[in-house]
């Protein structure tokens, strides 16, 4: 079945350092990817998401690019700050038949 | 997020009682998703539903049913709670296409 991967955390960084998180999915199908942000006591919201091979998804500094040669989505920001402090899922949608499967999350804590 | 709506938002049961949690969007998605998040994990996919109609089990299914009788809402019912369904729930609904992805604010249940 489908499945998403995602880097194990937590991930430590001081504000303005690089971030990268990676994620590789396993589909059977052609399947849409997204990142999710969730904020500490609050839902997730959909940061980014790319539909197709080669698409670039992008959104508040943050950037994935899905790479279907290596099947994966590796969310990067060049310039964290305090505020990106957060848990973010990878996800997948395998659109042929719907099925919305996520990653295990990654904690991000930014210090200032 | 805008077009997701969760009923209600907070909840207490005793063992034993029933109750139906109410996820409604106005966005026309077809693919309709429930989740729950426990401390400390990730997502884990109750149930979902590929459009009007049709409801499937994820990975998680048992303790709770599920109806999707309009494309617009996504019923989740627990029949005779147990604190072990004591969770986070939040509900989910993506276009066809994945082009278009959102969560409602959640709901937490706590069953004593």
């Known amino acids: 079945g489908d499945s998403v991967t995602q880097m194990e955390g937590p991930v430590t960084l001081s504000e303005e350092a690089f971030l990268t998180i990676n994620c590789t999915y396993t589909a059977t199908g052609y399947p849409s990817l997204f990142w999710y942000v969730q904020y500490p006591g609050e839902g997730l919201q959909l940061l980014l998401k790319a539909t197709k091979a080669d698409d670039k998804g992008s959104n508040k500094g943050f950037e994935a690019t899905y790479r279907k040669e290596t099947t994966s989505f590796h969310l990067e920001k060049g310039s964290v700050q305090v505020s990106d402090s957060a848990v973010y899922f990878c996800?997948?949608?395998?659109?042929?038949?719907?099925?919305?499967?996520f990653g295990q999350g990654t904690i991000l804590t930014v210090h200032p | 997020n805008a077009g997701v709506t969760q009923t209600p938002k907070f909840r207490v049961l005793k063992t034993g009682q029933s109750m139906t949690l109410l996820c409604a969007q106005d966005m026309n998605h077809e693919y309709m998703y429930w989740y729950r998040q426990d401390p400390g994990m990730g997502l884990r996919l109750i149930h979902y539903s590929v459009g009007e109609g049709t409801t499937a089990k994820g990975e998680v299914p048992d303790g709770y049913n599920v109806s999707r009788l309009k494309k617009q809402n996504f019923l989740l019912g627990l029949e005779s709670a147990a604190p072990s369904q004591t969770s986070v729930y939040f509900c989910a609904s993506i276009l066809t296409g994945g082009t278009e992805a959102f969560f409602g604010q959640g709901t937490r249940l706590t069953v004593v």
């Open positions: 996800a997948l949608v395998e659109t042929s038949y719907g099925k919305l499967t």
